[in-house]
């Protein structure tokens, strides 16, 4: 026997979209296998970015240099970059001064799919991470990939993605915040991690959206 819908609940979610940073669940078998919004795309010419009010994408600014995005771009919904996440680069850099960046956390995919816009939710296997530093902020990037890809589905942990693949990951979020006379270095990958630490992370951010979310609901 099929299940009814509620008319009225059908009706709302004809008219209303969820918020793809808080109205999107993680999925049940994470941090193993999570659910993902993708921002942006390697054919993108721009740097797009949700709107954190609305939930819309949105131009954040055309790209000053030739910088291509060698993956698939987003976030992970319902996690918050704060002082648990913090925490983790606190202890492994050993510097008292590191806070989180206030934003939910950021993931590429590795696929040999080409995916062609952004806007989209997708299933990913997080194999590993880069730790950045943008000033003082923790800015990890999660690396994922596509479940069940023909080409990158089996890797399992960062130690299977080619050393080239991964060099021309960080050469990317190491430059394209780069604007032409700007010299200044602000953003540094200190280290790249592993599964479990990327478990971990992730988890982390988990914690804070939690909390972050509690504090804007009874404060």
Known sequence: MKKQLDPIGKLLGLRYKSHPWHG????PNAPDVITVFIEMVPTDTVKYEVDKETGYLTIDRPQKFSSILPALYGFIPKTYCGDSLADISRKALKRKDIVGDGDPLDICILTEKEITHGDILLQAKPIGGFRMIDGNEADDKIIAVLKNDAVYGDYN??????HPVLERLKHYFLTYKDMPGHIEERCEITDTYDKKTAFEVIQSAVSDYKEFINKLLFE
């Open 24 to 27: 999107v669940e993680i999925g």
């Open 157 to 162: 942990d960062i130690a299977d993605v080619p």
